[in-house]
């Protein structure tokens, strides 16, 4: 017996738990992500005028990526309600990339992953932001044809226009900074952004305009005296050349000055994929008085950070976006943390820091592995003062009840309808010996989403394998129900007890 063919007599048009991860899971994105929420969701969400952080603690299988989908979904929902007010998201669940770089800057001998993140720090996190905020942003102000899937905004060519040169000038800092697309030449680029910007750079110019004058004035002389029969004054001639190139001295000032300033930049921001030489040609296009008392990224602090943050939080709030949403999610898959509860300690704790976390107009909110509350449980006094997690939205435990599971059940079995005027239900399935109240308590004991998808996935493909196409039943009896559930069970606590040794 075919499962489409069980479905099909049931009015569904298609199996509503083959998926299991949100990012890929069509009946989700389609239909649930609007109309199915967890209980904490109202914690989590907030009120998107005043953004504000939130932790959450969960389970794999939870729903933790999920309720991020939901958060993009809503926010997306409330930048097109609210057009003067509007939020700036930035998907922070790729870390891969930036430890990669990170770790590339260490000596080999401290590339072990437990030694690579002991070195992380707030700071390196916050260029991780930064950089897929100037990304996305310049992507969009350059309108370009494939711009970075990490930032959620829409930028209006007219407002780019509203930034004044103070703004256009910081833009351009951040850029030269933190800007990591790859589609084309750095150099290239920030040309074009600085155009777009109208940021003119003539003052800049004026070391290179004064050594070729004194150059070519200094070749016109010699020449001049050569052709006077003056000629036996010019010895020796190496030292009117080195007068001649005398004229260079102010733009190798500043040239040294702003390699020393690229070198200090790249060797502080650790998780970019610049050069220096690339970086010391862009800031020769400013002036030092552009540059001076300037924040850049090129201290151990999170001091020049958070002005740099605050940069970049008024440029946005010109291009009509007062508020960033950050997105945390994913903190176990790189493949340096490999899902060890330890290094996504040494990596998500410098992020638990008050002053980040309730920054003005930054809303933090971070999907995180349940595994890590046993270390907040060991934590001392000091780690609670600085980190304030009861100001941070807490939720300790993204638990789901039977009640909640069954609903998303249904929710999702009544998406897959054949005909949108006829509502299947999860509860058709099975047949009457199976009561919605046993079905509820089942579920409870499953605790997960995922693990409650792929037991009814592993419910309706043993039940189908059980019958054939010419003898059909159409609903699924008590014996397979509980064979099938005691199995999952079984599998559960095995898992359970895998992780928890490891």
């Not at 990012?23 to 109202?42: A, E, G, L, M, R």
């Not at 256009?168 to 074009?192: H, I, P, S």
Request: one cysteine or more; a positive charge.
């Amino acid at each position: 017996m075919k499962i489409q063919q069980f479905l099909e007599h049931h009015g569904i048009a298609r199996n509503p738990f083959a998926e299991e991860d949100a990012q890929t899971d069509p009946v989700f994105k389609d239909h649930c992500i609007d109309s199915t929420y967890h209980p904490t969701w109202d914690k989590v969400y907030g009120d998107p005028n005043e953004p504000a952080s939130s932790i959450v603690f969960g389970e794999k299988g939870s729903g933790k990526t999920a309720m991020r989908l939901q958060l993009a979904r809503h926010l997306e929902a409330f930048n097109e309600q609210s057009p003067v007010k509007r939020l700036f998201v930035i998907h922070y669940d790729d870390f891969n990339p930036f430890l990669d770089r990170f770790r590339d800057r260490l000596s080999s001998r401290n590339r072990r992953p437990d030694r690579v993140l002991q070195q992380w720090k707030l700071w390196d996190h916050m260029d991780a932001i930064l950089t897929l905020g100037v990304t996305g942003l310049v992507d969009r102000v350059l309108e370009g044809r494939q711009p970075s899937t990490s930032v959620v905004c829409k930028i209006e060519q007219s407002k780019v226009d509203n930034l004044d040169r103070h703004q256009a000038r910081d833009l351009l800092v951040l850029t030269a900074c933190y800007d990591q697309a790859t589609g084309e030449n750095f150099k290239d680029r920030w040309a074009r952004l600085r155009k777009r910007l109208k940021f003119n750079t003539y003052k800049s110019y004026w070391q290179l305009a004064v050594g070729w004058a004194w150059m070519l004035v200094a070749f016109t002389l010699m020449v001049v005296m050569f052709a006077n029969g003056y000629g036996t004054w010019l010895k020796p001639l190496w030292l009117y050349l080195l007068i001649a190139v005398g004229g260079w001295i102010p733009w190798l000032v500043k040239a040294w000055k702003n390699f020393w300033l690229a070198r200090s930049i790249l060797g502080r921001m650790r998780v970019g994929i610049r050069h220096t030489n690339d970086l010391r040609k862009v800031f020769m296009q400013l002036t030092p008085a552009e540059l001076s008392s300037q924040p850049l990224p090129n201290k151990d602090s999170t001091d020049d950070r958070y002005e740099l943050l605050m940069k970049f939080q008024a440029i946005l709030q010109t291009l009509g976006y007062p508020g960033i949403i950050v997105l945390v999610d994913r903190v176990d898959e790189p493949h340096l943390i490999n899902g060890q509860a330890e290094l996504m300690k040494a990596l998500l704790w410098p992020m638990l820091d008050n002053k980040f976390l309730k920054h003005p107009g930054l809303g933090t909110k971070l999907m995180l592995p349940m595994e890590l509350t046993r270390f907040i449980e060991r934590e001392e006094r000091e780690f609670y003062q600085r980190a304030r997690l009861d100001k941070q939205n807490m939720v300790p435990s993204f638990e789901w009840t039977g009640e909640a599971l069954y609903d998303v059940a249904n929710a999702r079995v009544r998406a897959c309808a054949l005909d949108a005027l006829k509502t299947p239900t999860l509860q058709s399935l099975f047949d009457t010996s199976i009561s919605e109240a046993r079905l509820i308590d089942s579920f409870r004991t499953l605790r997960v989403p995922r693990r409650l998808f792929k037991f009814l996935y592993k419910l309706l493909v043993a039940h189908c394998n059980s019958h054939t196409d010419e003898n059909p039943v159409w609903q699924i009896n008590s014996s397979r129900f509980e064979s099938e559930l005691a199995l999952t069970l079984r599998d559960q606590d095995a898992f359970d007890r895998g992780v928890g040794a490891g």
